[in-house]
């Protein structure tokens, strides 16, 4: 145990620090990517602090990491001790931008294309001293266990460990080609979405696959499936077979709203409403959020704002966020 006359003056500082975000991303790998440090120097500076304090803060073993009971004191202490730093360090330095460092951004494909590069382009010109890693996939993310700050997320959220910020919803429209309803036949009610018709089926992991679920005008609403031919991973691929005639998509109206126009594609029963998918940004709950994440995030939520003062209804289509 450390004694009486040690004091935090001498307490190495950089290695409290590697510390809480070992805890935070439950790994020595994560921890070094996001702190820019290799694994044996975050090791290095574990074994240097537990050495100091005199206890053991992890228990480690080859596939999991666990707070020991004077682990876990000494990181509640240890986040108000780097909160109180961080609020001093703003404080003093109110005049200069701080706003630096790295961020690991995730998206689907779709989302990135076709809505948020322009926003994290232009976030980037406006600060130019933070780098971004932006990964777009349509895979399922681990936002913890991967270090990733931020998450576009379509859909619900299930992990109540996490923090999301609602920003649009997505709303989709069911949809066929003049060519593919010429040769299946005409669709004017739920009762002809039945064989030979057959659909698109898109299975991503980015997105919960949720059924094709008609609401009337008085709420009630059916469900209703159709076979399969094709089976894709991303709503692009499924926007391309229904242009080629192989079935019917239910796809975001954002993708497809230029190929209605065009008449390449036949909105399907527009009297009936179909569920909005949710779109948020998601991030880990931590005490000590980068002032770079904070402003990331609330770039993209004024811009959406002022979209919405512009008398933009669909974000998804104000893909310009305003000039540097």
Not at 79 to 104: F, H, P, T, Y
Request: hydrophobic share 40%; aromatic share 6%; proline share 6%.
């Amino acid at each position: 145990m450390p004694n009486s006359t040690k004091n935090v003056s001498s307490m190495d500082l950089n290695a409290v620090l590697v510390f809480t975000y070992v805890i935070e991303y439950e790994s020595f790998t994560q921890a070094a990517n996001a702190l820019d440090m290799t694994k044996s120097t975050v090791s290095r500076k574990i074994d240097e602090l537990e050495t100091y304090l005199g206890v053991r803060l992890i228990t480690r073993s080859t596939r999991s990491l666990i707070m020991t009971p004077e682990g876990e004191r000494f990181y509640q202490s240890a986040m108000q001790m780097l909160e109180v730093i961080e609020e001093a360090e703003l404080e003093v330095s109110a005049s200069q931008d701080l706003i630096r460092g790295k961020l690991n951004v995730v998206m689907p494909v779709e989302i990135g294309h076709l809505f948020a590069c322009p926003f994290i382009n232009n976030f980037l010109k406006l600060h130019p001293d933070v780098s971004i890693n932006l990964e777009m996939t349509n895979r399922e993310v681990d936002i913890i266990g991967e270090g990733i700050d931020l998450y576009i997320q379509v859909g619900e959220l299930a992990d109540s460990n996490l923090i999301s910020r609602p920003i649009t919803g997505s709303k989709r429209a069911l949809v066929a080609s003049p060519e593919y309803l010429e040769k299946y036949g005409d669709i004017h009610s739920l009762e002809d979405i039945k064989p030979p018709h057959q659909k698109i089926k898109i299975v991503s992991k980015a997105v919960k696959p949720m059924p094709w679920e008609f609401i009337s005008n008085d709420g009630v609403g059916k469900i209703v499936d159709l076979p399969h031919q094709l089976q894709v991973n991303t709503i692009t691929s499924s926007l391309q077979a229904s242009l080629d005639g192989l079935g019917i998509s239910l796809i975001p109206e954002f993708i497809c709203q230029e190929h209605l126009s065009s008449g390449r594609l036949v909105r399907l029963l527009p009297e009936y409403k179909m569920p909005t998918l949710p779109v948020s940004l998601v991030y880990a709950n931590r005490k000590l959020v980068p002032k770079r994440l904070k402003a990331l995030v609330n770039y993209f939520l004024d811009c959406l704002k002022d979209a919405e003062a512009k008398g933009i209804k669909e974000p998804f289509i104000y893909n310009s966020p305003p000039g540097i």
